[in-house]
């Protein structure tokens, strides 16, 4: 690989990756997840779990790039014969394919937020049914979903990512900034305390299985591992640049943004809807249904609501761009397509399948596979099933192909420290591989209906 094609430093290397993993998946995904999988518990585990397993992932994934200097599949199969480690790289390669269509529908429905919001028709999505009527409705729901696409795909296409990125590195502090502002406003409402304490009191009663499952799966999501994302930024990433420290920053910067958005959405249940259980657990709608509530109540909700949906619009759609960018590098690569041949055939591949998701709450709504709705369905194949999988790949290709003595040279190269090498060294061969393999079985259990999730 040639100088071109490497990041310019450390900063260049955090910010493309920082980039990628700040999106839909801190701000609307782990906050239902926390609401529903018991709050202060949910929180403790998913903590945990990044700071040890989610360190080791990272690290691990970069170091293959870097080591191999290849995309994920390739990079498998310069390294091992070994045909079951060799689709352990392919899935790698996949899971991105399968999870851009849907994360593309939730970006149509960020969009919908934040048009309504700048037409002045905020208001009345803080109705109770506003959101279940967008949603099943055919022809709203696709279009925006659509439009998304057409965003996340034109930007690909006009290869502005320079300026995307210009725009996603102003947006994102001043995300942050917003976000602490209306979590500020939202938990001081009466009520709120309630909410704050939930989220952040760890109740062991609420704790079992499916808190562990659910923390995994969703770190994984989050810090984009098992996705062939980080094995590729490795691959561009300098041997000067620490890669212990860089996984350090992005995981804080990660899951900070994610702590956040529970401030937000949580303690806003409770003001709002007084806490009720359903309205904690009712999954992928929650930020849909609680903030546009929020924003009602407020002096100037309108526009605050407008900001607030184009910042996650922006963050939605860095992390599309990275999903997206890896179908059109891939056929590029593989199929030897022109860009915009490749470009024009994700575009129809991601509009065809995140069709069955979007329309999955409207017309297909009757239509379920192993009982879930499409959206659903891929998201827990991927989360659930294929990532695992591919971790554990990682994990055999770390201790069986490479060794953990190289990888430690890697870490080490020109004098760096490798501080938590014992720590890694555990995680990698014994405590990852058994937790992926646990979150399997468990996951196929529930495919056939033995456990619910
Ligand atoms: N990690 C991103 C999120 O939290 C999702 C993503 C995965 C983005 C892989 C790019 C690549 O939303």
């Not at 827990?380 to 201790?399: D, G, K």
Request: aromatic share 14%; hydrophobic share 55%.
């Amino acid at each position: 690989m040639d100088e071109r094609h490497q990041f310019g430093g450390r900063l260049g290397f955090i910010l493309a990756s920082a980039g990628a993993a700040v999106g839909l998946g801190n701000i609307w995904r782990f906050p239902y997840l926390a609401a529903k999988y018991g709050g202060g518990i949910f929180l403790l585990v998913y903590v945990i779990f990044c700071v040890t397993f989610g360190y080791t992932m990272v690290v691990a994934e970069t170091a293959i790039g870097r080591i191999t200097r290849q995309t994920p599949a390739t990079a498998f199969a310069a390294l091992t014969q070994n045909r079951l480690l060799r689709i352990g790289g392919w899935l790698n390669a996949i899971v991105p394919l399968l999870i851009a269509p849907y994360y593309s529908v939730i970006g149509g429905w960020v969009l919908k937020y934040f048009v309504a919001y700048l037409t002045g028709q905020g208001a009345a999505l803080a109705g109770d049914t506003a959101f279940s009527a967008f949603i099943s409705s055919p022809v709203e729901a696709e279009i925006y979903f659509i439009l998304f696409a057409a965003c996340t795909l034109g930007v690909i296409y006009l290869g502005v990512r320079g300026g995307i990125e210009r725009v996603a590195k102003m947006a994102m502090p001043l995300l942050v900034v917003l976000a602490l502002l209306i979590s500020g406003y939202i938990c001081t409402r009466p009520g709120a305390g309630a909410g704050i304490r939930y989220y952040l009191v760890p109740d062991i009663t609420k704790f079992s299985y499916k808190t562990l499952l659910a923390a995994l799966t969703q770190m994984f999501f989050s810090l984009s591992i098992a996705m062939g994302i980080l094995i590729t930024f490795g691959a561009y990433m300098k041997r000067e640049v620490g890669i212990e420290d860089a996984t350090f920053q992005i995981e804080i910067f990660d899951t900070g943004i994610a702590v956040l958005a529970g401030f937000m959405i949580i303690p806003a249940v409770f003001a709002y809807s007084g806490g009720d259980a359903n309205a904690l657990s009712s999954g992928p709608s929650l930020m849909f249904v609680t903030i546009p509530k929020v924003f009602a109540s407020m002096a100037g909700g309108g526009f605050v609501g407008g900001l607030f949906f184009a910042l996650v619009f922006f963050a939605a759609l860095t992390s599309a761009i990275a999903l997206a960018e890896c179908s059109v590098s891939a056929l590029e690569e593989r199929l030897h397509w022109s860009r915009s041949r490749s470009t024009i055939a994700s575009f129809v591949f991601l509009v065809a399948l995140g069709s069955l998701s979007c329309l999955g709450f409207g017309p297909l709504a009757n239509v379920r596979i192993f009982g879930m709705q499409f959206l659903d369905f891929f998201d827990f194949i991927t989360n659930s099933v294929m990532m695992p999988a591919a971790a554990l790949a990682i994990c055999l290709l770390i201790t069986k192909v490479i060794g953990l003595e190289r990888v430690a040279e890697e870490l080490e190269f020109g004098g760096q420290r490798f501080k938590l090498r014992p720590v890694f060294n555990f995680m990698i061969r014994w405590v990852c591989p058994i937790c992926v393999i646990a979150v399997l079985i468990f996951s196929i259990a529930s495919m056939m209906g033995l456990i619910s999730l």
